[in-house]
């Protein structure tokens, strides 16, 4: 397998030696070259490209080693809407290591369609082209522990690959391109040791900053100030300043800094905190292949160097300008679980397991509904009509996956009679309607909380409407099986539970114009020559495609940047 993933007692004893707020005298004042706020994908990745360099570099994370609840509830807030948005304080993580230490590892780059403005998508357009982030996508591959960089079945595989469903002949989609897994990759056990060795690089558990200090001409960050939930008081000063929080705490912390700027910091247009997406995704409809068992993979397949992939069904770039929607992408998926109909043991076994299920996955396995006494009882029976299937997939469950290395990334079942439904992933929109802003109420540190105003558009229900009706008549034609649906359906399931998990994007957005956008082209807030952003907060667009890899691309790349700026300034 590529990579190593499990935490030896070499990593945790390096971590233990970090250094810790709480050991420091309260009024303290750190000195660095460079700053950054968050330890997660991002933060690591950017100190992990400066360590053993002349640049002094100080990383500064909220948490510690290990969850724990007083500062989990520091990202507490509210919602506008529970229905379309989970609480502000799941799926996010406030320790070292941020959200990889829960994430899923599915790994893949944005498209080269989803850095152009197009028309049809109103507020699109990035000021950077795919091009400027192929140089780093290898590197956050190699970080993310996703394999080499190749997303697409001619470059990952040197042999033919089976087909994903024999016969589908589509102008529309493709099935050639891939989801690459990491172990998922725990960034803090993984480089906690690496980060320690380097000896210019200082990290800081227990810091939890709360504002950012600019000069009296609000043009350049003079510190930021740093807490303790057991009242200390720190201060970090530097030359340069990241914030490489997740996309909800950046909005947060630059809204919440209004002592030079009233409007928070950036934010004199008030574009902080808006144009807030996700993703929309579901499952619908029920996909019949007519063909052998044979003739459908809806599997992981496994490159040479020993990384998980997965082939979707994809909308090709022409076909999105010529029906002018936005990206999308498709997988074969199992039957609902909740419906004990589906007299499968395995799925039942999973239902029957949603207590032990965690609440990042366990909400999309099994939704909001709610059972009846009717509905455990023929679960049960399922599971006791099919025992060894159960068996043999816990049994699976434990060996590759609960205790394997490199995890195996979801679950897949294979249906006896090629009947699938279709869980899809789809764009959104920017909308600046879509927002998150500062409430009254404040935390355990006197920070002001956020309230979540997530909302979606008619673009998004139409490009996934458009995209699954094509997608059922490319089926039909191709005369491999169908695919039946409710068309009326579609706004409810791509909308059953909300905006999708952790992906926290465009609420600092990157841009030419400081009237429609935060931060410019190399991620620095505008205005403000000594501060930068490096989180899915910048992102203009969304695209089809989990956010983790472009961010570690991106904050590679802000690295590169950052790295000349310091070393022409000594």
Request: aromatic share 8%; proline share 5%; hydrophobic share 40%.
């Amino acid at each position: 397998m590529f990579g190593c993933c499990r935490r030896s007692s070499n990593e945790l004893r390096a971590i233990n030696v970090i250094l810790d707020a709480h050991e420091f005298p309260d009024g303290e004042v750190l000195q660095a070259d460079l700053c950054i706020v968050g330890a997660g994908a991002a933060g690591i990745s950017m100190a992990l490209d400066l360590a053993d360099t002349s640049i002094e570099v100080l990383v500064v994370e909220s948490g510690g080693i290990k969850p724990e609840k007083d500062t989990q509830a520091l990202y507490a807030g509210t919602v506008a809407d529970e229905r379309l948005h989970s609480p502000p304080d799941t799926y996010r993580q406030r320790r070292f290591g941020g959200t990889t230490t829960i994430w899923g590892g599915r790994c893949m780059p944005l498209d080269a369609i989803d850095f152009e403005h197009r028309d049809f998508l109103p507020n699109s357009g990035w000021p950077i082209d795919r091009s400027s982030l192929m140089p780093f996508y290898p590197k956050a591959n190699r970080l993310c522990e996703a394999g080499e960089f190749a997303y697409h079945v001619s470059e990952a595989f040197a042999q033919p690959m089976r087909p994903m469903i024999d016969g589908f002949d589509s102008p529309h989609f493709t099935t050639d391109t891939l989801e690459r897994f990491s172990c998922p990759t725990n960034f803090a056990a993984r480089y906690g040791r690496r980060l320690h060795a380097a000896a210019n690089i200082r990290v800081l558990l227990h810091g939890n900053v709360t504002r950012i200090q600019l000069d009296a001409r609000g043009e350049r960050v003079e510190s930021v100030a740093v807490r303790t939930l057991a009242g200390k008081t720190l201060k970090a000063t530097a030359k340069q300043f990241v914030l490489a929080t997740g996309g909800l705490e950046v909005a947060r912390l630059l809204l919440a800094s209004r002592d030079v700027q009233p409007g928070g910091v950036g934010n004199s247009r008030d574009v902080v905190g808006r144009y807030y997406m996700c993703h929309v995704a579901g499952t619908i409809g029920a996909l019949q292949i007519r063909r052998p068992l044979g003739a459908v993979w809806n599997g992981y397949d496994v490159s040479d160097e020993g990384i998980y992939c997965r082939r979707r069904i994809a909308l090709t770039p022409e076909t999105q300008r010529r029906l002018r929607i936005g990206n999308f992408i498709a997988r074969l998926h199992h039957p609902r679980i909740t419906d004990p109909d589906h007299r499968n043991a395995v799925l039942s076994l999973l239902f029957l397991a949603k207590f032990v299920i965690p609440y990042e996955y366990g909400k999309r396995l099994h939704g909001g509904e709610r059972a009846s006494l009717r509905m455990w009882l023929q679960h049960v029976r399922n599971v006791m009509v099919g025992p060894f299937d159960a068996a043999g997939f816990a049994w699976h469950m434990l060996k590759d996956r609960k205790l394997a290395e490199r995890k195996f990334p979801s679950i897949i079942i294979k249906p006896k009679a090629n009947l699938f439904s279709l869980d899809f992933h789809a764009e959104q929109q920017p909308t600046p309607e879509s927002r998150v802003e500062l409430m009254t109420e404040v935390d355990a540190l006197g920070m002001p909380r956020l309230r979540v105003d997530w909302r979606y558009t008619a673009v998004d229900v139409e490009t996934v409407r458009r995209a699954i009706a094509l997608l059922a008549e490319d089926i039909e034609r191709s005369g491999i099986g169908t695919l039946a649906y409710d068309p009326a359906s579609v706004e409810f399931e791509m909308t059953r539970y909300g905006a999708y998990g952790g992906h926290h994007i465009g609420t600092a957005r990157m841009g030419l114009d400081p009237a429609s956008s935060v931060v410019n082209a190399d991620c620095r807030v505008h205005g403000i020559s000594n501060l930068s952003i490096a989180s899915a907060a910048v992102f203009p667009t969304c695209s089809q495609a989990n956010p983790t890899l472009t961010v570690v691309a991106l904050a590679l790349r802000l690295a590169s940047r950052l790295r000349a700026k310091i070393a022409g300034s000594a």
